[in-house]
């Protein structure tokens, strides 16, 4: 088995801001509310003309061109979202095709907020094997085109991103452990209830407004703090590390209370957990494929650290990740 590491990484905001004051115009909430409740302050919303691949596409030339790869080179791309271009055909193919990876294969996966997560253990497996030299991870979300603008114990937490990453073997930046789990008990705390084989789309599930995402926030609030510190131990005690080993916690940009909590569970304090959700808000598989990104970016990691990514989501789903950097 070969090591699988992280070989470049990119990330892309679309540019227009929505701030709490803007939601102030659109529905019954505050600046107040949404900041001592989740710590969001702003989000990015994509055009009316821009789906999920084209944010998926600039993440990905970012990552490859960091990696010091061509395109030609990638030979499996694997993008995580719950907001594809379309039911079908794969979104990762249309990145394929746009990004000129022609000697790829493409296919999306579906773990919610886990899914970039889910992604690059998949990925490193699929390196480290030998069965795929360089894997194109993607995690991209239009959560903006699914949100029900009218409910406003949603529409505040949502925003639009995306970041990629390429892993290949390597022996640096290695993911050298990592957990994944799901309790489908909880399937219906999170949905998109219509226009999938259970209901397609008529009038009456437009009319009931249920092509928009729902949330039971309260029961995913609970759930959420003890599967990311179990996802978290799990991971980092497969190689005989504690949570005093870890350097930073880079975890799904759910709400700030969320991260809190969790960070306490650990015995982590502030300034080991990366945080973003201020300025883009929750961006379901992209966040966490952002905030590894923008960490690097920001030089918020150094040789030798041990980094924890670690997620959580719809279906539910939960997983983390141990990257040795
Ligand atoms: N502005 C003002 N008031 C609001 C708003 C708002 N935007 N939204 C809800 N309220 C009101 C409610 O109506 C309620 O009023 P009431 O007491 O008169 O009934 C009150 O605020 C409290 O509502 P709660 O839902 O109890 O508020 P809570 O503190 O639980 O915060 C939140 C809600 C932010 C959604 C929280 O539960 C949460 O973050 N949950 C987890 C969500 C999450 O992490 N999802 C991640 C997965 S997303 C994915 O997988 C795609």
Redesign the pocket.
Known sequence: MRKAGILGLGYYLPPKRLTNSD?EKM????DQ??MT??GIKERRIAGKDIATSDLGIKASKLAIQDSGLKPEDIDLIITAT?TPDMAFPATGCIIQDKIGAKNAAAFDINA??SGFVFGIVIAQQLVSTGAYNNVLVVGAEK?SSIVDWED???????GDGSGACVIGASDNRVIVSSFLGADGSGADL?KLPAGGSRMPATKETIKQRLHF?K?E??E??KI?VRIMVEAANKAITKVGLGCEDIDLLIP?Q??I??LMAVAKRLGLPEEKIFMNIERYG?M?AASTAVALAEASKKNKIKRGDNIVLVA???GLTYGAALIQW
């Open positions: 939601l529905v019954d909430t505050s509310w949404i409740r989740t719950i919610a907020c959560l406003r114990s949603t529409c505040v937490l949502f999170l995402l949330m926030g309260n995913v609030f959420a799904h759910a709400n209370r969320i929750n379901s959580f989501g719809g």
